[in-house]
């Protein structure tokens, strides 16, 4: 059973720093394309950064240069660390694989706000 956990989230003042974690279990993360979605109140899920099992890696115009996706084989986990964060970037942040099934995590909230 595939079950993706992300974790890390949390309240940080503009210009802050936050690294979220998918851990994954039952999958390896590394035969998959991993990304990280985010679903902003009101507004539609949104692709923000892809790795794929390659280490091949891209991201949405807005945090190009702000965030870093990255793989750790040895944990099974995909990290997302955000630097700079903006009010803009306040959603909940869903991790996502891919192969011929797509699998989801929960979701950890990310809130920017002085």
């Known amino acids: 059973q595939v079950q993706l956990v992300e974790s890390g989230g949390g309240l940080v003042q503009p210009g802050g720093s936050l690294r979220l974690s998918c851990a994954a279990s039952?999958?390896?993360?590394?035969?998959?394309?991993m990304s990280w979605y985010r679903q902003a109140p009101g507004k539609q899920r949104a692709l923000v950064a892809i790795i794929t099992p390659g280490g091949s890696t891209n991201y949405v115009d807005s945090v190009k240069g702000r965030f870093t996706i990255s793989r750790d084989n040895a944990k099974n986990t995909v990290y997302l660390q955000m630097n700079s964060l903006e009010p803009g970037d306040t959603a909940v942040y869903y991790c996502?694989?891919?192969?011929?099934?797509?699998?989801w995590g929960q979701g950890t909230q990310v809130t920017v706000s002085s």
């Open positions: 996502n694989a891919a192969s011929t099934r797509s699998y």
């Open positions: 039952g999958m390896i993360v590394s035969d998959y394309v």
